[in-house]
């Protein structure tokens, strides 16, 4: 397989000044993309997180702050 660079060679590129700059006129306009975004996807709604995943977390964070709490309270008496 043979490397073949992307990027265009600007001493052999039309429409380059000396020093790779681009006169006005070869500038092409700016791309919209909005016409390529696709039709809006009504069928997949974004998620968030679920009751239960996010219930376990909160317990389990409880927990582990009583636990801290508890073991500084026998530390302290």
Excluded: C, Q
């Excluded at 052999?12 to 306009?29: A, D, I, M, N, W």
């Excluded at 975004?37 to 009583?66: C, D, Q, S, Y």
Aim: aromatic share 8%.
């Amino acid at each position: 397989m043979t490397y073949s660079n992307p990027d265009p060679d600007p001493e052999r590129s039309t429409g380059l000044e000396p020093g790779g700059g681009v006169p006005p006129g070869e500038t092409p306009p700016a791309e919209s993309s909005m016409p390529g975004a696709g039709p809006r996807e009504t069928h997949n709604p974004p998620t968030g997180w679920a009751k239960g995943p996010l219930t376990l977390i909160i317990v389990v964070a409880v927990l582990v702050a009583a636990f801290f709490l508890a073991y500084a309270l026998i530390l302290i008496f």
